[in-house]
């Protein structure tokens, strides 16, 4: 069957022409430059539509925000003209006036932006693009069958027609969206389409109006051609792939890449069993630029509510108090922590779908309790384990300590002696094969020996991509220095809400931060403003763990007022007993302090932390104040 498609060259008369698929290498040796086509081709028989699905990902200015017609998560956006803030977005008619201002100004979550500055550069781009493939792939679309094309500032896939099954029907611009939707993470909110993990897709590339650079084109403004891309490029990273799309090329390499794209499509390949039925079945996410009509459902409120999607649209404050109403009906989904208490404290466990934070100086218990964390989550979720301290033997060791009950301190040092090496290994052996029997397949480890250095949340982005898509996974992060996390503090905590974004993804990270025990730590105290100030906005709890100087005493005197000898008593006993009658000398007591909690409630947690078993205790709590 004869298919034509549409092409369109600003220089051209009429600028637009309508051809055969055969004569578009014509076209573009005619027209080199901003040569481009319709999405769809069609027939001359019937209104159907036909041609690969194409999705784009591209480089986004501050402008680019306001006018795509979409709600990003977690990202607010307001406009300052002549240092004033606006109280609201205006009319799209009017903010393209106002942006054409010299002392116009787009804040991004309280960023400053001019609005030709780029906000989401090359490099989300390209870990976008390879988070979508992934996705196409878990739909069992195999890689050979997309072409890859890009220039310096965009990258997007051409998924051939017959591999879908869904070309030859009018409504073929709504099954693609449904499949975008499903594999950009397009989710919905009041009737407006939200991008919550994936922000450089171009939502609007499913629809039957959008144009596409023909391969082998030169960009209009960037003066390169689209080219195609495979898999090995994105094996070098980003600056050889930036350096390939950069080149030049002749015009005999232009217009080979016009005829292979020509090829490609009209290649026949057989559709993937049953994949057209399951697209079909997929939700269709609210088209872009669709109004936002009502207030949002309690659903709706419940999937935003970890980085809310923000149009420049208020409602009203009735409509915002309907909304949590609804959502105080619904019991927040939370992962359960290691001790009543702080799951108490926490309003029922670390909430789903959020960042927390776990603060203190080192050696404080912060990875004994995500060690843990892991080995209970681990029997009901998928567990990802990233340490920057520790290697796999580390782990395996610490592991073996806490579930196996062996003294970590006294085993390695008879690994090292040699008159009881042989007895030491052997327990240590036993230990380990109990250890490995009593995880699942749930559990993974990635630690220095991945030559893991500064702290980037990019690179635990791509780790989390590799795991299963289909299953509710925690992830902890131990070790971090807070030099590293405060180097870029914005970007890294942007991206870890855009993990958590979608609810099944949680992150719970310990961080190396100076701080010491004062003599009233049941009191919120300036230092702890001061930490409040840095991170409260960013993540769903705050947590502070301190173990210098902490003794029974001193907690007892905070919880009553004076130091009462029975009560101290009551305590040691708790301690040995939930301790299983053993105590040792390097046994200390660690303060977790509840700094912040979206759900919970401020409270000094008191433990036993014993390191050589590399487990804590929970034995009493105390509700924090302000000084």
Not at 5 to 14: H, R, T
Not at 589 to 597: D, E, T
Request: aromatic content about 8%; glycine content about 8%.
């Amino acid at each position: 069957m004869q298919q034509f498609v549409s092409l369109y060259q600003a220089d051209m008369a009429g600028g637009e022409t309508r051809s055969d698929l055969a004569r578009v290498p014509e076209f573009v040796k005619s027209c080199p430059d901003g040569a481009y086509r319709s999405l769809f081709f069609s027939s001359e028989q019937t209104g159907a539509l036909y041609g690969p699905m194409v999705i784009t990902f591209a480089v986004r200015k501050a402008r680019d925000l306001l006018f795509e017609g979409c709600d990003y998560s977690g990202i607010e956006i307001q406009l300052e003209i002549g240092g004033r803030r606006l109280p609201q977005l205006p009319s799209v008619s009017e903010l393209e006036r106002l942006l054409t201002a010299e002392d116009c100004l787009i804040l991004i979550n309280g960023n400053q932006y001019k609005p030709a500055t780029e906000v989401l550069g090359f490099q989300q781009v390209y870990d976008d693009s390879v988070k979508c493939i992934e996705s196409l792939k878990r739909f069992g679309i195999p890689q050979e069958t997309m072409s890859i094309y890009a220039t310096p500032e965009e990258i997007s896939l051409e998924i051939h027609a017959g591999v879908l099954g869904l070309e030859g029907s009018e409504d073929l611009d709504k099954s693609y969206y449904r499949l975008l939707g499903a594999v950009a993470d397009i989710k919905e909110s009041s009737g407006r389409a939200v991008k919550t993990s994936i922000r450089t897709v171009v939502a609007h590339s499913c629809q039957k109006d959008y144009r596409v650079l023909l391969p082998g084109s030169n960009h209009p403004s960037l003066h390169r051609p689209r080219v195609s891309v495979g898999s090995s490029h994105f094996a070098y990273g980003i600056a050889a792939f930036s350096d390939f799309c950069s080149k030049k090329r002749t015009p005999q390499e232009s217009l080979q890449e016009t005829l292979n794209w020509v090829k490609f499509v009209q290649t026949p390949l057989p559709p993937v069993p049953g994949l057209a039925d399951k697209i079909r079945q997929l939700p269709l996410p609210p088209w872009p630029g669709n109004s936002r009509k009502g207030g949002k459902t309690a659903g709706a409120a419940k999937d935003s509510s970890a980085g809310k999607a923000f149009s420049g649209r208020f409602q009203p404050l009735k409509s915002e108090l309907l909304d949590s109403m609804a959502w105080l009906k619904e019991q927040p989904k939370a992962i359960a922590s290691i001790s009543a208490g702080l799951d108490k404290s926490l309003g029922g466990g670390w909430t789903s779908g959020a960042v927390h934070l776990l603060l203190g100086p080192r050696e404080s218990g912060k990875a004994s309790l995500l060690l843990q964390q892991a080995l209970a989550s681990q029997k009901n979720m998928s567990v990802l384990y990233v340490s920057y301290e520790h290697g796999l033997r580390e782990f395996a060791a610490r592991a073996v300590a806490c579930t196996g009950v062996v003294n970590l301190s006294d085993l390695l040092a008879q690994l090292q002696s040699g008159a009881n090496a042989e007895q030491a290994r052997k327990v240590y052996a036993a230990a380990l094969e109990k250890f490995a029997d009593a995880i699942g397949e749930n559990l993974i480890f990635s630690g220095v020996e991945a030559n893991r250095g500064e702290f980037a949340a990019s690179e635990l982005q791509q780790l989390v991509a590799m795991l299963p898509a289909d299953r509710e996974k925690l992830i902890l992060v131990e070790s971090v220095n807070e030099a590293d996390l405060t180097a870029d503090l914005g970007e890294n905590m942007r991206i870890l809400r855009e993990l958590t974004a979608g609810g099944s993804v949680s992150v719970v990270m310990s961080v190396h931060a100076e701080a010491k025990c004062g003599k009233r730590p049941h009191f919120i105290e300036e230092d702890d403003l001061a930490m409040l100030t840095r991170y409260q906005r960013y993540c769903d709890s705050l947590l502070l763990m301190l173990s210098e100087k902490v003794n029974l005493r001193r907690f007892v005197a905070m919880l009553k007022g004076q130091i009462d000898a029975q009560v101290v008593s009551s305590l040691e006993q708790r301690a040995l007993q939930l301790a299983g009658g053993k105590r040792f000398k390097t046994d200390t007591y660690s303060l977790l302090r509840l700094l912040h909690s979206r759900n919970g409630r401020r409270d000094t947690l008191l433990y036993l932390y014993q390191p050589d078993l590399v487990r804590l205790f929970e034995l009493a709590s105390i509700a924090m104040t302000r000084s």
